[in-house]
Structures are given as C-alpha cells and as structure tokens.
C-alpha cells in the first residue's frame, strides 16, 4: 500500500485526487492490510486529517481498532453515534476499495455526499441511476479509482454483478442495517439473504455489519448470517439521556388533535410526526399546516418532490415533517425537537429507531408515543395479511415440482387469491421452500421451510406483545429500551425525565388528584402486599376488588400511580405453557410502601388516561339522553386503528371477559373456540364496543346467523365489563 491513501496514485486525472494527496496522509504505522496493533495518536491523526474531528465519540476507537487489525466486527450502536466513521476510517486507513451495501438510496446518496464534500473518491450503484453512469461507475471500480462503492442489496441478484464485484479484491466490506438479513429482526428484507452466499467471494477483507437496532437474538442470526469470523461485538451507547419519552393513551380520533396541540409550542419544533398510512400522514400535515409550515413524506411522493421535502426540512423551512416509518433514515438532521408517534410501532426495535431521530444535538428532546387498545387490533389485522395460514403455504408447496414453471399457472392450479397468494410466494422462497428466478419461474426448494416460517410468525407476534407491555409498563422507558438491547455496560438506573420519573414535567400526559376509591385501593394494596410479600397484579385485583368494586384497568392505574410515587415495584415476567410464553406482571412494595399508613401523605396522582369512575358514568347516562351513534358499518371492518369509533381506556378485561364467554359457551356446543368466532373478531368486538345489531353486524366476522346466536350475551358482556 501506498504511503497516501489507495485511489490517489491511481486515480490520476480524476477530480478531487490532488485533494487527496495533500489532506489524507496515513500515518507510517498504518500501512499493512492486516496489523498487530495501531498507536492511539496514529488514529487519531488520521481522524483529525481525513475528518476534521479531533476526538473520537465514545466506542468508536475500539471498533476502528478492530477493523484495521482486520476482525471482523459486529457493531450494535444507536442512530447518531457516529456508525458510519467506524467503516470510513478504517476503510481509509486499510487502503483499496471499501464496499458499502446499504438498503436504502436516501441514505446510501447521503452517506456518498458527505464522503464527496470530504475530497474522497466514492461512487455508489442503485435503480435510481441512469445505465450509463451505472456502467461507468463499474468501470471506475475495476480500474480501483473509487475507495468507497457503495450498492444496494438487490444489485447481487443481477446476473454476472457479483462476478464483477469479485474480480478486484477489496479492503473492507460494511453491511449497513446488518439487522435486515435476519428473519428474528423487525425488518427482514429477503434481499440480505444474498449477502451470506457471495460475501465468500469476497474475502479474505474483514466485514464490518453496522445496526442500530438488535437484539441479543438478531445479533446471534446476523453473525451466523453473514458469516462473521470470531466477530469483536460490541454494543454500546443505547441511552439517551436527553430523550424524554412519554406514553400517552388516547383514542385514534383525538391523537391528530393532541399532536397538534403539542407543536403550537416552538421549543416543540422541528419535530417529526409518524403515521402508519400515506393518507393520515396527508391529511395530518395539511391540518397542521394551518399553524406551522408542515408537510407529508412517504413512499408515494415522486423522488423529485420527496427530495425537495426533504431538503427543505434541513434547511428549516419546513417545521414538521409528517412521515410514514421509511422518514428519517437517510436525514441527519441534528436539532429535531419531537418525534410523535400516532400510532403503535410493530416492535421495539423500530420504536428505538424512530425516536432516535430526536435530540441529536445532545439538547433536551422529546418523544410522545400515542396508543390505545384500538392498536392491538391494528397489529392482527397486519399480521393476518402479512403471515397467511401455514396451509396457504402448504399448498402452493404441494403443487410445486422439479421443474420450473411460471407463477401465473402455478397461481391457476392453487386457486388463490392473488394477494394471499403473492404474500405466501414470497414467505415460501424466503424460507427455502420455493426458488424463484429472475423471470419469475418457480420449482421447489427444501421441504424444511416450515419450522423457519412458523418461527418467524411467533416472533413477530412476541415483538407486537412486547411492544404492547412496553406502552402499558410502569417502569423508566428509557432503562426498559436499554435493557431490551442488551447493552450490558449500562447501569440501567432510572432516566429522571420520562412519564414514569417525571410525571409532573410532562408535555402530553396529564394527571389528576386520585378519588378516595383509588386512595383505599392504595391502603389495601400495601397490607395485601405485607401479608404476602410479592404477588401478580392479576391476582392482587382479585384479592382487593373480590367484587368487582374496581375494575382490572382502573386498579392496574392505581398500581401505576403507586409506581410511579416510588411506593411498588412492578416487573413484567413470563411462565410458559404448552409451549408458549404467557406474560405477566408482579408486585411487591418497595421500603417506601412498607411504611405508608393511613396518616401518610403520598404524593399520588393518576394518568387522565379516562375520567375517574363517577365522572364516567355521569357522562355515560348524558350521552344515553342524545341521539344514538351513527352505525360503524364504514369503519368497523377496517383496522380498529383507523376507526373514529375506537375509544381510549379500552382494557383486556373486556377482551378476558369475551374470551372466557366464548370458551364457556363453545364448551356447551361441543365445538372449537374458533368456530365461535375467531380472536380477529374477538378483538374487533373489544376495540369497537358495538351497542346496536347494525354495529355488531358491522363487525368483521359477525354474520346474520352470528348475531342472532350470540348477540344478547355479546351485548351482555359488554355491558357488564364497560363495553
């Protein structure tokens, strides 16, 4: 290797090379692809030479370190840590080539951009590029003009691309977003799964896989994936002191309300706002454009348009972006203020990324989570269409030979919808059971595809229940995020400034005086925990409201409330049972609750999460008096999340109280559960609370016959529980 980074002799003639000479100087030490060890001051001059910078952030040396000693390196860091220098430095430092595979292109031009700026030689592959320039990129690679390439995952599907890759040995290798080629991840995309086969080709240079987002689980998968030798792991920095989360249940229909309730105040600004559709992203950004410049961003906006949105964003001209989930990831913009979620995140993963967009300047920041029990709903409606039954599988495997055949007979002879039938295509060949070419032809792979399928359905519905327990957990949000990553040099202590440390200092949430029910719930509590020492909150309600003088939702707010005045510990835990995990949650009092009496002052307030018992039943017989609701036929049928029907402090008491009916009576008809109604409709029936017969018929899966079966004791059961 040259004394000057690899690409300046070479690239004479290219602009920006004599750039190069004079600012990018690799310190003597650092010559060899593969070295024992590098001196402190060495990397830190290059740093300073190559970026400007004159200290590393925390973690980033070590992961450098390894990179130019040639290790291959699992990094697991959050998004604003300064990833992206822990693949450019040592992609400099080791010389050559480095290649870069990104999946997406506003992130990949970003990345490019900021490397040009810098005097570097990059280039970078993908769909959005002319076939010319996409031809004389690849020419520049094999002539080793470029040190950075970077490609999109798809590009390895190209037939004679990899060859091409493989006909000039690089320097490094970095896979960023490594957690999308794992199938535990929340972002699978079958393209990475290309990466395990040519990364081979490609070696012997060390691969760096970059992620801000992975699980212990997903960590293991993505080194296993990959092919990761003896990786250096290393996880770090997930706590963002400056974050201030708040978890706020309110229904669907009020959540664009509170958002923009929230903005009108600057120091809220820039912020960006998550919807889970192009249209509510549409019609939030132009309700709030009546106060502050705002706009929508989505995958339906033309490049042009999209890049445009986002630059003014960057430059301030736009105050508050609203976005659906792909937003973000190829902005690095510092100051954001606020990230609103109007909806629930399918996992924690995606929920720690998207709010890590806020307060990357180090200042006081805040993130807003919005939901409901409505949301649940949402999420089965989701993974129905996104998971189809094993059986839709099985029968696309059954009609499958050795021989390719083309989609559209094989369509033909399964006789499925195409929708349903698309979906389970595209799930059998990522789990092996079919091989689709290029022209879409397909024939059968491995018939070993169905324990993967089935697996990755029961973890993307653990990801959806651990989601729902993080929003209605009584614990620091911030510790919760830190210990589902595993980041084991954290000391896990409380934030101080979330919903659950800093109630009084909320933005969102809102809190009043506890009722003197909710203070005698208080008082049993305490002596039902002194006898007992620790016990499940399920049980506790039954011991403290034997009668029902409370219900489970009200009492888990008082437990909350306790909580939250430092008075009990409440811990999320699991038992299994026939194979699967059961949550649920304990308590026990902490020293605090132990000396609490009758005569203690407690600072005791509770969520305004719905009216306190009295107040809801006053306006329960108020709006008896008016006209009837109009019927829910045009939105009871659609994800409950998108129901202006749906209301807050919805609570899995309704849903227990429906289940256990529906057991009882399936018991009396000698029939399956399923065949009563299935838990799609079960939840459809908790999120709506139908109250007339048209509502009720209006519900997904409640036919005539349904109604006229069992619709008095739905209706009792609503009732009776709240519905």
């Keep these: 290797m040259q004394d000057k980074v690899e690409g300046t002799k070479q690239a004479a003639g290219v602009e920006g090379a004599a750039i190069l000479t004079s600012r990018h100087t690799v310190p003597a030490q650092i010559k060899a692809h593969r070295i ?24 980033q040396e070590a992961v450098c370190r390894a990179a130019i000693e040639g290790r291959d390196v699992l990094l697991v860091m959050p998004t604003g840590s300064g990833k992206s220098l822990c693949y450019q430095l040592p992609g400099i430092a080791r010389g050559g080539t480095t290649l870069v595979i990104s999946p997406l292109i506003a992130l990949m031009e970003d990345q490019v951009a900021k490397l040009k700026e810098r005097g570097f030689i990059v ?63 929340h972002d699978f995309r079958p393209d990475y799964r290309m990466l395990g086969q040519h990364l081979p080709r490609l070696r012997p240079a060390p691969a760096v896989a970059l992620t801000a987002t992975a699980t212990p689980i997903v960590q293991d998968d993505i080194a296993e994936q990959l092919g990761l030798v003896r990786p250096a792991r290393l996880v770090h920095g997930f706590r963002r002191a400056n974050i201030a989360i708040e978890v706020v249940e309110i229904a669907p229909s009020q959540r664009p309300e509170l958002a923009s309730q929230l903005l009108q105040a600057a120091e809220h600004r820039p912020a960006i706002v998550y919807t889970p559709t192009r249209k509510q992203a549409e019609a939030l950004a132009l309700e709030l454009g009546a106060f502050f410049p705002a706009a929508a961003y989505h995958a339906g906006l033309d490049a042009h348009l999209r890049h445009r ?73 989701f993974f129905e269409r996104d998971y189809p039954d094993v059986s839709v599988l099985e029968g696309i495997f059954a009609h499958l030979e050795t021989e390719h055949q083309g989609k559209a007979a094989l369509q033909r002879q399964v006789r499925v919808d195409e929708e349903v039938f698309d979906r389970a295509l595209e799930k059998l060949w990522a789990h092996g059971g079919a091989v689709v070419d290029f022209a879409e032809n397909v024939s059968r792979g491995t018939g070993r595809w169905r324990e993967t399928y089935i697996a990755q359905g029961e973890q993307k519905r653990a990801q959806i229940e651990r989601m729902i327990r993080y929003a209605e957990s009584q614990q620091c949000r911030m510790a919760s995020l830190v210990r589902h990553f595993g980041d084991l040099e954290d000391s896990e202590k409380p934030c101080g400034v979330c919903d659950f440390c800093a109630p009084r200092h909320c933005a969102a949430q809102r809190f009043r005086t506890a009722t003197e029910a909710e203070r005698a719930a208080l008082l049993q509590v305490v002596a039902a925990l002194r006898r007992a020492g620790s016990k499940s909150t399920g049980k506790l309600h039954m011991e403290v409201c034997p009668d029902g003088e409370m219900t489970r939702n009200a009492f888990e707010q008082v437990l909350g409330a306790m909580a ?69 036929a045009a939105t ?60 009720l018929l209006a519900i997904t899966g409640m036919g005539l016959s349904s109604v006229k079966r069992y619709g008095r004791d739905i209706f009792r059961v609503l009732r009776e529980n709240g519905g």
């Design 36 to 59: 024992d060890s590098v001196p402190a001051s060495d990397l830190k001059s290059l740093l300073h030479s190559a970026f400007g910078f004159s200290s590393f952030r925390p973690n």
């Design 309 to 381: 949105v986002q630059a003014k964003f960057q430059e301030g001209r736009i105050e508050v972006m609203v976005a659906t989930i792909a937003f973000g990831m190829g902005i690095d913009k510092a100051d954001i203020r606020t990230v609103i979620h109007t909806a629930l995140p399918g996992s924690l993963e995606a929920y720690y990324q998207e709010l890590g967009r806020a307060g990357r300047d180090g200042r006081p920041s805040r993130a807003i989570l919005m939901h409901s029990y409505a949301d649940r709903y949402t999420h089965d409606f």
């Design 123 to 185: 280039d970078r592959i993908h769909s959005g590029r002319p076939r010319a320039e996409l031809r004389r990129t690849c020419q520049d690679y094999l002539n080793g003009k470029l040190q950075f390439l970077f490609i999109a995952p798809e590009r390895l599907r190209v037939a004679g691309f990899p060859d091409m890759l493989a006909k000039r040995p690089l320097s490094l290798i970095a896979v960023d977003e490594a957690h999308c080629i794992s199938q535990w991840g």
């Design 564 to 632: 939250r005045a430092g008075l009990v510990q409440l811990t999320d835990e699991v038992f299994e049972k026939n194979g699967k995990q059961i949550p649920y949650r304990t308590a026990r009092l902490t020293p605090a609750g132990y000396a609490v009496n009758e005569k203690t002052s407690v600072n005791f307030v509770m969520k305004e999460t719905e009216p306190p018992p009295e107040k809801r039943k006053r306006k329960k017989s108020i709006a008896s008096e008016g006209p009837k609701r109009a019927p829910k």
């Design 636 to 695: 009871a049928a659609m994800p409950a999340g998108n129901a202006g029907g749906s209301e807050a402090g919805m609570d899995s008491r309704l849903e227990a109280a429906l289940r256990a009916w529906r057991l009882v009576e399936a018991r009396r008809r000698g029939l399956p559960a399923f065949r009563i109604f299935n838990d799609r409709t079960l939840r459809a029936l908790a999120a709506n609370h139908p109250a007339t017969t048209q509502e």
